[in-house]
Every structure is written in structure tokens, then in C-alpha cells.
């Protein structure tokens, strides 16, 4: 069975910083793309950010572009979202997913919250 486990949200302050653990088990992870999106209250879901299966290629959404940075551990089956200069917009639950053709499993989600 596989499963997606978040971790590492929190309440951080204006310009602080956070990482986003996904822990996962019960799949090929090296054959998966996995990525991070984000729910805001009231809005759809937002793509932030995805790698490749073999982790050489990855892509942000613009609005956390040069701030947010994803990486996977191929031996411990985590990805991660490092997030610097957070903002108050980057409030949200975020979510793990992970990919393979027409295959798809989210993870629960973490609650990150930028205020001061």
C-alpha cells in the first residue's frame, strides 16, 4: 500500500524559513515524479513544485521561484521543499504527490502558516 507522510509545517514568521519532509513507502520512488502543491482557504490547489524520477530536472511555479528549492533522497524515499523568505501569501496546506504515468497518490498534508 503506498503512503505519503508530510511533515515539518508550522506557524514561521514573515522571511523565515521551513522544510517539508515527504516520507514515502510502498512504491518504486525511484521511478516516481513527485512533487509539492499547496491549498490555500477558499482557492483550488497550486502546483509549487516537481522533480523528475532521477531528480536532474525540477520546476516552480513562479510565484516561489528563487525562494523554495525540492530535492529527494533516493535511499531514504523522501522529498523535501526547503522554503526561505516565506511570506504571508504562502500560507497553506501543502501536499506531497507522487506520479507515475496515470497513477497518482497525495499524501494527508502539513499546515504552513506565515504571520507575524
Known amino acids: 500500500q503506498v503512503q505519503l507522510v508530510e511533515s515539518g509545517g508550522g506557524l514561521v514568521q514573515p522571511g523565515g524559513s521551513l522544510r517539508l519532509s515527504c516520507v514515502t513507502s510502498?512504491?518504486?520512488?525511484?521511478?516516481?515524479?513527485m512533487s509539492w502543491y499547496r491549498q490555500a482557504p477558499g482557492k483550488g490547489r497550486q502546483m509549487v513544485a516537481s522533480?523528475?524520477?532521477?531528480?536532474?530536472?525540477?520546476n516552480y511555479d513562479k510565484s516561489v521561484k528563487g525562494r523554495f528549492t525540492i530535492s529527494r533522497d533516493a535511499v531514504k524515499r523522501i522529498v523535501y521543499l526547503q522554503m526561505d523568505n516565506l511570506k504571508p501569501d504562502d500560507t497553506a496546506v501543502y501536499y506531497c504527490?507522487?506520479?507515475?504515468?496515470?497513477?497518482?497518490?497525495w499524501g494527508q498534508g502539513t499546515q504552513v502558516t506565515v504571520s507575524s
Open positions: 510502498g512504491l518504486d520512488f525511484n521511478l516516481y515524479i
Open positions: 522533480i523528475s524520477a532521477g531528480g536532474d530536472q525540477t
Open positions: 504527490k507522487a506520479r507515475r504515468g496515470s497513477r497518482e497518490n
